[in-house]
């Protein structure tokens, strides 16, 4: 609760009688979903599209399978790294929580806020851990976070906001980034159809963190998966390539690959940190 803050007028909030909600000095309230999430946007303000039921149901399978179990591995190493405890976590763009919910397994005396565009998604991030809370919010705006209020910031496979990371995290603060590199299923690409990752990527990341944030740090993650039919499918259909192919092209593409494919996983991750001449300034 201490790390949010009203998307209307910036000031701290506090829960509602029976945690029915969230509201703030000034009165404005947002009530609690049934499945346990709260919407913080500003009155007339809708986030971007989020990810749709579908997408989000295919990520949970395949992440509670333990499919990218080695990248959560990686992510909690990278975010527990650095000088000073762990005391909050925000999870930018976190979908259902999951990758989060690892971390804060690695980080016990941590908490955790997924912030995400998709109200799918906030259901599913709601249940995702006892110590993390799930906010359907625009990320690309001014986030529902006060100032200096986090010790870590995580980003993975979800839009990057250098000036609001900046803007949240405590001094000495870090922010970890997940990103597909350009070999990342790349196996699928060709037989699928799938997009192909930017090649310009890295480039673009260090020009939406930086100036705000310098690099500290980096990690190449690979690992070969071995995947069945069903596996493929879902993995597919969890990302962006969903939105670009029907689902009978993809099921008749699928069925032609053989029963078991062997598919890389690339990731880099990198971790940056305010710039040393910062003084605690605030964007």
């Not at 803007?167 to 159809?193: D, K």
């Amino acid at each position: 609760m201490a790390v949010l803050a009203c998307p209307v007028c910036g000031a701290e909030l506090a829960a509602l009688p029976g945690d029915a909600g969230l509201r703030c000095p000034a009165g404005h309230s947002f009530d609690r979903a049934r499945q346990g999430h709260v919407t913080l946007l500003p009155p007339g303000h809708a986030p971007p599209t989020g990810d749709t039921a579908a997408m989000v149901a295919d990520r949970a399978e395949v992440l509670s399978a333990g499919t990218y179990a080695g990248l959560t591995g990686v992510l909690a190493g990278a975010l527990a790294a650095g000088e000073g405890p762990v005391d909050a976590v925000l999870d930018l763009g976190g979908g259902t929580g999951h990758h989060l919910a690892g971390v804060l397994d690695a980080l016990p005396g941590a908490v955790g806020v997924v912030l995400d565009a998709s109200r799918y998604a906030a259901r599913r991030a709601a249940g995702a851990s006892p110590r993390a809370l799930a906010v359907v919010a625009d990320t690309w705006a001014r986030l529902p976070v006060r100032d200096a209020a986090v010790d870590r910031v995580m980003v993975v496979f979800a839009p990057r906001n250098g000036p609001e990371t900046a803007r949240v995290l405590r001094p000495g603060g870090r922010l970890v980034v997940a990103t597909p590199a350009p070999e990342h299923l790349a196996e699928l690409v060709g037989p699928l159809g799938l997009l192909r990752v930017d090649p310009e990527k890295e480039a673009r990341l260090s020009a939406a963190l930086e100036p705000h944030l310098v690099p500290a740090g980096r990690v190449r993650h690979r690992e070969e998966l071995e995947l069945d039919h069903r596996t493929v499918t879902t993995v597919v259909g969890m990302g962006p390539h969903a939105r670009h192919l029907a689902p009978q092209r993809l099921a008749a593409a699928v069925a032609a690959l053989p029963p078991r494919v062997r598919v890389t996983l690339a990731v880099d991750v990198t971790t940056w940190a305010l710039p040393a001449d910062a003084g605690g300034a605030r964007p």
